[in-house]
């Protein structure tokens, strides 16, 4: 088969012959390479969506006779990643087998349980629903994707016709039917009813391809893909314009993110009313041509079609009627008028429930929206963490697509309601959930450090992203806060240059923080530096930065976050790195020693004002933090040597030697004192842990 990179405007051609031809002739290999290539266009596929498959000839462990094997992709994997430990064997035949037991529409639960009587590789994953899609189909490789074209296809009105004017009589149709072994049958029966097809268009739900070799299925998808895209395109072009054109006109780019950033810790509150949420906001050109529609109020309720993306954004999504006039920072005034849209919002969604509701259905699940759409502005999604809650958001730019494209051809279809319950409280979806792994401690928390640059503060950091939660980074040197981010893993981590001495770079860094994330739980500040000089040689400039970076960067910081908290009403948590100076008098050390004695206090007097709030405020007290400290690698360890009488070298033995345990303190012993407070001792506020080995003089009791 000849190259044909040139052909696609659509999607992208990806296969690299040389990749390819490195992996021989092992089928399984370049299954996986198709697989990971066709994942990578988030036009073909969304993250966890679409299947793909490969059947190979095996020598049966137990007969020493050749079989033949399918791989294919587990529950709840995703292609673009997928690896050999992602994928089920099965024999082939086996699976075929199951026909002779198989009971109807009634008996389809039960059939997922009988894939496991076909495995071939014990290693393997657990079968997906989709195995007797690929399996009951005779081709050695398979590909089931969900396009935003075909799938536009797919839920356009007369979509079979639609797919005859677009293929002839090359490709299939089937009608939508919920995912199992009947539609393996359906698509088995449509194959032999239409002998030398290249492929099924499934209504309401995506697209099967398939060839001889991985290479072969692989451009066939492109090509049926590509297909489609130029039908589609040609119809948009024809109709001149989509979705009845435009309502409302967007807000200037910097305006919407301001009013992104300021609504977010709002909407978060209200979202997280059942389970804290993380939050995404997306306001590109496909998203606002949407929302800014005249059709945005007859299309939205409708909700999506594709099972993969109503499973990730909920059946439809909340449309805010606020203008983008509103003055967001009147927060009393805007959660006036968010909180009705919420509430009928929720009580729709129990409507829904019960309406569709079976005897066996499982318990209604969180009834907050996952998709909040603002006209003018952008679009909002809300899930337990920042991959889910960004993948549901590109699940519903897949959907606005989807949209597009159905209307330019004829108009936009969805599911029946109770299809689309059946579908979201399938009892095969409730115990993929409930394998999920445990969250972690401080999953669905967002947590802001300074400082985090290097030393105590990116210890702590990498100690808060460890347990579960999402992390900004601030430091005033952006060259290390780029290096301090690339040790995260994605949808992890982000960061804010941010000067704490200067109310507007904190205002700057807690948009940033709302803006990626949602709001704000955590603020541990660590930024900090040491003077250490005798009185006479202690300067104002001193004594100026020690108070503006210690101590009023302290004030500002917990003075914003808490306006922040208190949009959200979830609580939260505000831990000072102040240090043993603060308690304990030393020589040479008059400024920093004060200032670390009013972060103290501050704390107290903080956390006197906001319990009420459920606003914790905590110290962590760090002592002799030598090796991995930033603050220890200039005139302060100096200091410090020359008031002890010894080297800077000998620092290091000295202090760990004066402590009770004779113990080294390292960054990351901070960073678990930190956790404790955020993690642990969540009814404890006011208070001082001293992570110092144990120094009598500094006890605070």
């Known amino acids: ?114 894939f496991n009587h076909c495995i071939y590789d014990l290693d393997s994953k657990a079968p997906s629903i989709d195995t007797p899609l690929h399996g009951l189909l005779p081709f050695k490789h398979i590909d089931h994707l969900h396009p935003d074209a075909l799938i536009a296809v797919a839920a356009a009105k007369d979509s079979e016709k639609v797919t005859k004017e677009i293929w002839g009589d090359t490709m299939g149709w089937v009608p939508w039917q919920r995912p199992g072994f009947d539609l393996g049958l359906q698509l088995e029966k449509c194959l032999n009813d239409n002998p030398g097809i290249r492929g099924i268009v499934l209504g309401s739900h995506g697209l099967f391809t398939w060839g001889d070799t991985s290479y072969e299925s692989y451009v066939n998808s492109l090509e049926v893909i590509e297909m489609a895209s130029e039908y589609i395109e040609k119809k948009i072009k024809e109709k001149g314009s989509v979705f009845g054109g435009q309502k409302v006109k967007s807000l200037p780019k910097a305006e919407r993110l301001e009013k992104a950033a300021l609504l977010m810790p709002m909407l978060r509150g209200l979202c997280s009313s059942e389970a804290r949420m993380i939050g995404h906001f997306n306001d590109n050109d496909v998203v606002l041509e949407y929302i800014n529609s005249n059709d945005l109020e007859r299309l939205a309720p409708m909700g999506t079609s594709c099972p993969d993306h109503f499973l990730r954004t909920k059946i439809q999504p909340l449309v805010l009627d606020l203008g983008t006039e509103a003055d967001i920072n009147d927060t009393e005034e805007i959660l006036k008028k968010l909180k009705p849209s919420f509430e009928k919002y929720r009580q729709e969604y129990k409507d829904y429930y019960e309406t569709c509701k079976k005897d066996n259905s499982p318990a209604i699940r969180d009834t907050n929206p996952v998709i909040i759409i603002y006209p003018g502005v952008g679009m909002f999604s ?158 104002d400039k001193d004594w100026d930065i020690l108070q503006n970076v210690l101590v009023k960067g302290q004030f500002d910081l917990a003075k914003q976050a808490v306006a922040i908290m208190r949009q959200q009403n979830l609580g939260g948590d ?101 956790f404790a407070f955020v993690g642990v001792l969540d009814k404890s506020t006011g208070n001082i842990i001293n992570v110092d080995g144990g120094m009598a003089n500094a006890f605070v009791r």
């Open 382 to 539: 809300f899930a337990k963490n920042k991959q889910t809650t960004r993948v549901a958001n590109e699940f519903y730019v897949n959907a606005i697509n989807v949209m597009r494209g159905a209307e330019a051809m004829t108009a936009y279809t969805s599911l029946p309601r109770q299809e689309a319950f059946d579908i979201e409280y399938w009892l095969l979806e409730e115990a993929k959930l409930s394998r999920m792994p445990k969250e972690k401690p401080l999953s669905r928390k967002i947590a802001l450090v300074t400082g985090a640059g290097g030393g105590i503060g990116k210890a702590i950091a990498d100690k808060l992203a460890a347990e579960g939660a999402n992390i900004v980074l601030t430091d005033i040197a952006e060259d290390r806060l780029k290096e301090a981010i690339a040790t995260y893993p994605s949808d992890t981590a982000s960061y804010a240059i941010c000067d704490v001495t200067k109310s507007e770079s904190i205002t700057a860094a807690y948009k940033k923080t709302c803006l990626d994330f949602g709001g704000i739980d955590i603020i541990v500040h660590s930024a900090g530096l040491a003077i250490s000089k005798p009185l006479e040689d202690t300067t």
């Open 574 to 674: 505000i831990i000072h790195i102040a240090s043993k100076n603060g308690l304990v008098s030393g020589p040479n050390n008059v400024a920093y020693g004060t200032a670390k004695a009013a972060q103290q206090h501050m704390t107290r007097l903080l956390a006197a004002e906001l319990g009420g709030d459920h606003i914790r405020v905590n110290t962590v007290n760090p002592d002799g933090v030598i090796v991995g400290s930033k603050i220890w690698e200039g005139d302060w360890a100096e200091g410090r040597a020359k008031a002890y009488g010894i080297s800077v070298e000998e620092l290091p033995a000295h202090y760990a030697k004066r402590n009770l345990l004779n113990e080294i303190i390292y960054p990351k012993d901070i960073a678990n004192g930190v």
């Open 1 to 114: 088969m000849k190259n044909t990179t040139q052909k696609f405007k659509h999607v992208d051609y990806l296969w690299d012959k040389k990749r390819a031809a490195a992996l021989g002739d092992d089928q399984v290999a370049l299954f996986l390479y198709r697989s990971n290539i066709l994942g990578a266009d988030l036009r073909i596929t969304n993250y966890g969506g679409g299947n793909t498959s490969c059947k190979t000839v095996e020598k049966d462990p137990l007969t020493n006779e050749d079989v033949e094997i399918m791989w294919i992709k587990g529950s709840g994997g995703d292609i673009g990643t997928l690896t050999k430990a992602g994928i089920a064997g099965l024999y082939t035949e086996r699976l075929r087998d199951l026909k002779k037991v198989y009971g109807g529409l009634e008996d389809e639960d039960r059939m997922v349980g009988l």
